[in-house]
């Protein structure tokens, strides 16, 4: 159960602030939609490998390296 709870968090936070960026309410490179995405990265690989879904354990790491590469870049 908590391995699912864990997934619906990263859903929430990574469409979340896809969908507030869509609406011009966050923009990309906001602190707050690059650490929605990070951390709704890290849900999903806690999600997928439990899954045993590697592919999208392999999206999700380079999802989260391409958010941490933002908050070092802002920096």
């Not at 995405?37 to 999903?44: E, H, K, P, T, V």
Request: proline share 1%; hydrophobic share 55%.
């Amino acid at each position: 159960m908590f391995v699912e709870i864990v997934g619906w968090i990263g859903s929430v936070l990574i469409v979340g602030s896809y969908f507030l960026n869509i609406q011009g309410k966050l923009e990309s490179t906001d602190k707050k939609y690059i650490l929605s995405n990070l951390l709704g990265g890290i849900c999903f690989i806690i999600n997928t490998y439990a899954h045993q879904a590697y592919p999208s354990v392999a999206v999700n790491i380079i999802w989260v390296l391409i958010a941490i590469f933002a908050i070092f870049r802002k920096k």
